[in-house]
């Protein structure tokens, strides 16, 4: 499943092929050219959190990728910051 993220003009993408997260952040441009850390893990691995200071980073939203019965993925809104939309492909 391929997630889009609208912010500000700018579309940052996440792509997972199972249950998941997904967890977009705010960031310095001197951390990220671009400003936003994307971060996706599996269900049950350690989250990558950005290394820049914690009070540089803002969270923006947080998506859960669960799986049904048939194999079938949904996305489960968990957090979004109002200017924050997302889409899956």
């Known amino acids: 499943m391929q997630i889009t993220f609208t912010h500000k003009k700018k579309k940052p993408e996440a792509s997972v092929s199972g249950p998941s997260e ?3 952040y ?12 994307l971060a996706a893990w599996s269900s049950g691995d350690y989250e990558p ?3 820049c200071a914690v009070n540089d ?3 923006l939203a947080h998506l859960a990728v669960e799986g049904n019965d ?3 993925l949904a996305m489960r809104e968990i957090f ?10």
């Open 49 to 51: 959190v950005p290394s």
């Open 26 to 37: 705010a960031v310095p441009t001197s951390y990220s050219d671009d400003g936003y850390y």
């Open 57 to 59: 980073a803002e969270l």
């Open 80 to 89: 979004c910051a109002q200017g924050v939309k997302y889409a899956a492909n």
């Open 22 to 24: 997904v967890k977009l």
């Open 70 to 72: 048939q194999g079938e």
